[in-house]
């Protein structure tokens, strides 16, 4: 329904702020502020991802990737390519209706389970093909 390749830049990191860093000024560790539910990786960047995974200790941060990524990015002062945080929403338990113009909408908590985030992705879906005439 829209060309994302449009919004990413191939040869930087591709990341848009985490909805707790914009609402609440959430830092985690005063590193953190960017979510990684839709992250891009250049060719360039791979052994920098790799080595994230390759040589962290996971249990000591409550998301598998997230908080070491963005640690990696701040002691490493990477510049990033910051993508609107229309590509990458976390549900946040209200309603979705024809106002809501975001593209994606993760619903990774605050639902009701299987079938309530069925219905979730199936409204926002009819709402935004609306929202492009689709």
């Not at 640690?71 to 929403?89: A, E, T």
């Amino acid at each position: 329904m829209y060309n994302i390749k449009e919004m990413f830049d191939t040869n930087k990191i591709n990341l848009s702020y985490d909805g707790s860093y914009l609402k609440e000024n959430f830092t985690f560790n005063g590193k953190f502020k960017y979510n990684c539910g839709l992250l891009g990786i250049p060719k360039n960047k791979q052994e920098w991802c790799e080595n994230i995974y390759h040589s962290s200790n996971h249990r000591k941060y409550p998301s598998y990737e997230q908080y070491h990524i963005n640690d990696s990015i701040y002691d490493n002062k990477i510049n990033i390519n910051l993508l609107d945080n229309k590509l990458n929403k976390m549900y946040d338990a209200r309603p979705i209706d024809s106002n809501d113009n975001n593209y994606n909408i993760h619903y990774t908590w605050k639902t009701g389970g299987n079938e309530h985030k069925r219905e979730l992705i199936e409204k926002h879906c009819r709402i935004f093909a609306n929202t492009l005439g689709i």
